[in-house]
């Protein structure tokens, strides 16, 4: 089973068009390639006065439901998103998932899909989040995690989850979620309250019984002691990359990137830059709850096999399934 993630950067305040096409087609060709069983996208958006994509468009598209109806009726007011519209009043012409589901589908290859929006990105996007699986969807959630659910405020997170069946052989349901965290340190959106709040939800939402993997950007080095890669790792998450029989050095990012701007309070052992910029860190995981098998971790799409798309670099595991 192969799960990959990338914090896409399809939208921001310089949108190129071409680049994105090239980058939705480059991205789709690598699923297709690998053979890849679930995909999360983070930063996965689509531009606000863009017109709405008819419902035709929008194959094997699952809606994710709200964990609070009234928190999705509040959204759907402000910004047109929600159950209160139709979905193809609610995802663009542009929108990076569905643009990548109709590559998909162009080549031959029918993956079912799930999106939602989290905030306004850059004063003119809606900043999203996707996932994709080979797997039929049982179900989709979305939920904010963050303390703020004002759709203006660039620091509002919100999760987006499935649920699949786990395997054949052990059909459980599983439930894997995109994220973007905060940052450990923002006084506003501490990432230490949105992941408790996080867990906690998974914890009493039952859902920890079976499994659940965590995907995506967390804004957390994993060289820097008592911050949120330690949080994460001492409630008992695992991660894939530790747990990797074959791996590569793992840097997911590489130089400096919007929000992180000599954002760091512990040089890393990886810097080699003066003026305390950041080189070479990880901040992007694959989390288990459950401590299982993993044949193999590694980067994709940071210049080496695969192009550059992002300012992010996605992540490959393979899964051993018996």
Known sequence: MKLLTINIHSHDNKTDIKKNQQTVKQFAEYIIKADADVIAIQECGQTRGQKPCDVTELSNFVEPKSKDSNLRNALASQTG?????PVAQTIKKDNC???????LEKEGHSYYWTWTSAKIGYGIND??????SKKPIKMAEEFYFSNTTDYNNWKAR???GICIEDSTTNPKDMWIYSLHMGWWNDKEEPFKRQFSFLHNYLKNSNKLENN???????????DEKGTGYDFVKNLGWNDTYVLAKSKDEGYTVEGEIDGWR????????LDSHQNNQLFGMRIDYIWSWKKVDISSSNIIFNGKKQPVISDHFGIEVEREII
């Open 81 to 85: 998103i929600g159950n209160l519209k």
């Open 97 to 103: 998932a569905m643009l990548i589901s109709k590559e």
């Open 127 to 132: 900043e999203g989040l996707a996932i994709f």
């Open 158 to 160: 919100k999760a987006i």
């Open 212 to 222: 659940v993997f965590l995907l995506g950007d967390f804004n957390s080095k994993s």
């Open 262 to 269: 000599k954002k760091t309070n512990q040089p890393s052992q």
